[in-house]
């Protein structure tokens, strides 16, 4: 449990402290700890129509006001455009328990709030529990909207809001259509069904983007209370019955606990974590399986990055059945040896616009077999991983294709437009890392890939492609070293162009050379790399992307969209790096250095930022140049699956016994 006590909750800190709720389907609750809107993406009910996709936000927020007999008190605060801050109460104390929690210690009674979101359910629960010294009567009333989350709500909609005994339904547009209904247990409710303007969002305003919307005012729900009692209040697509509140409590419960207790460890940071892992599995509608959503609030599931996080969020916390189900979807959706590297929102046909994705897939399948030993799915795969392999080598999409002089593997597209490695940052339609041609990090993953294959194939008692697998690997990891050497800095370089030319920005994309099953460098290089790495990229929070000694550094990640495409991937730190380095920090140095020095950085890191930015989660970047602020998505898959995975695996040792030698 994370706590923070009434001393650490000025407005000001509690306005930038974020929590979030998921339910399982790519829908989510999001706010300040002070119950102000600071964003787009807060809301209380953002569902998810289409799972994952069609994220819409339904029910906005709350004004939540008690009079205790004595006083007044504003539980929740509103921010307009013309500067007006409401009154706001300062919590006692607020938890992340197993959902967030607020504690009100008022003159004459304290309330308990706690929201959290049924699995499989696009709906939230609001629960207030109070304890009056004398007659106590909590207001609640609520705002409702009718948007994509990444839009803002103008007043062009209307609303309409039908009352019955404890129920509400509330319409909108023309025709109407149902947008949400809300159950509750209050003594009664005032509609007022009138648009409040002008609330501002001054994260928006600091992104560069539309920073002031209007919502839409239900009304009230009233509740008194003398003595103890409850208020229950619950929001959702579908009706649901006040009464089974208690229910689905006791349920989410229990669900929650048995996911932490997958993982047998004591170290209470682990905990954090696993919940904070259970955010990002969820259902596909399209195919009735699960996927991994990259990340809060905006992303939906992308294929590198449900790849990369496969081992971290299934693997690691023993949820084998949905890694086995992710797999075998990827699998269906490969087209000309490529993985998708996105499913559009619209429906539309995949989109393959990736150099690496379908690499991390094949370490994915490694890896999902060094966990298993599941030999049976294994054969379900081999088709698509030799077709994989066959593709590489012939050569398929953007100019993907193995180099037959040299093995390793190289893109390079007609147009200028594309950029299909991670670092995939465009501004103005124009990538700022293009890197086409031989990346370092796609032909480390290249060369551990094709020795991944020889072994399967040879596992399976496939001689021929186990044959054609190896001597492709030879060739490659032959001339991996020599090809990307920077004897000048005694590191590696980035990318080596289409005609040759080398490109020795230091980044942290050579890691993956130290750090993946198969070895690629002579001890003494692997050594050097690791000290380069050390001591220009790494970060309390994790790797940079671009050394600070260069000229085209970015340190902070800030300002409209251009400005921040722009330093995305040059100089911005990335948390989800902390797994190669944890990896590479065992198989460089051993298992000291990893206790001495890999233990040690990610204590600090989870101490210090799981109470700071969304609690309990980890942030997708940080600005490179310190303090390094939290920035990007507030929640990151990757980010939370390589620190568990790094943890696990490498802190506690608990990596299962390779498949075979990996020398």
Not at 61 to 73: I, P
Request: neutral net charge.
């Amino acid at each position: 449990m994370l706590k923070w006590s009434k001393g650490e909750l000025s407005f000001e800190r509690a306005s930038k402290l974020e929590w979030l709720e998921t339910n399982g389907l790519g829908g989510y609750a999001a706010g300040t700890v002070a119950g102000v809107r600071t964003r787009r993406y807060h809301g209380l009910l953002i569902a998810s129509l289409y799972p994952p996709t069609q994220r819409t936000l339904l029910f906005a927020g709350t004004d939540e006001q008690v009079n205790d007999g004595g006083r007044v008190f504003n539980l929740t605060a509103h921010l307009f455009r013309d500067g007006t801050v409401t009154t706001w109460t300062q919590p006692t104390e607020f938890c992340l328990d197993w959902c967030p929690k607020w504690l009100y210690e008022l003159s004459n009674a304290s309330i308990v709030k706690q929201v959290f979101m049924p699995y499989m359910r696009n709906a939230v629960i609001i629960r207030y529990f109070a304890k009056a010294s004398r007659q106590m009567r909590l207001s609640v009333r609520l705002f409702v909207a009718w948007r994509d989350h990444h839009w803002t709500m103008q007043p062009v909609v209307p609303f309409e809001v039908r009352e019955g005994e404890s129920h509400l339904v509330v319409q909108a547009g023309q025709p109407l259509q149902t947008v949400c209904h809300f159950a509750h247990n209050g003594d009664s409710f005032s509609p007022e069904c009138r648009w409040w303007h002008n609330f501002w969002l001054p994260t928006e305003t600091e992104r560069g983007l539309d920073d002031t919307e209007s919502l839409f005012c239900v009304g009230t729900i009233v509740k008194d209370f003398d003595g103890c009692g409850h208020l229950d209040i619950v929001a959702s697509v579908e009706p649901v019955d006040v009464d089974e509140v208690a229910e689905l409590e006791e349920r989410e419960r229990k669900r929650r606990s048995r996911l932490v207790a997958r993982l047998q460890s004591d170290h209470p940071l682990l905990a954090t974590l696993l919940r904070a892992a259970d955010a990002f599995i969820a259902l596909r509608s399209s195919t009735g399986t699960r996927t991994i959503v990259a990340g809060y609030p905006w992303f939906t599931d992308w294929g590198r990055d449900a790849l990369i996080s496969l081992p971290g969020l299934t693997l690691v916390t023993k949820r084998f059945a949905v890694a086995r189900e992710i797999l075998l979807t990827f699998a269906r959706y490969i087209s000309e040896g490529l993985v998708p590297n996105f499913f559009p929102e619209g429906g539309d046909p995949p989109a393959y616009n990736t150099v690496d994705a379908t690499l991390w897939f094949v370490l994915a399948v490694y890896r999902y077999l060094r966990y298993t030993r599941d030999e049976e799915t294994l054969c379900r795969l081999w088709d698509v991983l030799r077709e994989i392999l066959f593709w590489h080598l012939k050569g398929t999409r953007f100019g993907i294709c193995a180099d037959p002089k040299d093995g390793l593997l190289s893109w390079g597209s007609s147009s200028a437009n594309e950029a299909l490695t991670w670092m995939d940052a465009k501004v103005w339609g124009k990538p700022v890392t293009p890197r086409s041609g031989k990346p370092v990090e796609v032909n480390a993953l290249w060369c551990n890939a094709l020795e991944i294959l020889a072994h399967i194939a040879k596992l399976l008692g496939d001689r021929e492609t186990e044959k054609l697998a190896s001597q492709t690997a030879a060739k490659a990891k032959r001339h991996f070293e020599p090809s990307f050497w920077n004897s000048e800095r005694n590191c590696l370089f980035d990318v080596l162009a289409l005609d040759g030319t080398p490109d020795s920005s230091v980044r942290c994309n050579q890691l993956l050379a130290l750090s993946l099953p198969f070895r690629l460098l002579s001890p003494e290089k692997e050594r050097s790399v690791l000290k380069v790495v050390e001591s220009e990229l790494l970060t309390p929070c994790g790797l940079r992307t671009l050394s600070p000694k260069d000229p085209n550094y970015i340190g902070r990640y800030i300002g409209p969209p251009h400005e921040r495409d722009a330093a995305y991937h040059q100089g911005t730190v990335w948390a989800w790096w902390f797994g190669p380095y944890a990896d590479a920090v065992a198989l460089v140095e051993g298992k000291s250095s990893v206790q001495r020095k890999v233990r040690l950085l990610l204590e600090n890191f989870l101490r210090r930022h799981l109470r700071e930015s969304c609690v309990g989660q980890v942030s997708e970047i940080f600005d490179g140049d310190e303090p390094h602020e939290p920035r990007g998505c507030f929640a990151q898959a990757w980010s939370v699956a390589e620190i568990l995975r790094a943890w696990y695996e490498r802190v506690e040792g608990k990596l299962p016994p390779p498949l075979w030698d990996e020398s």
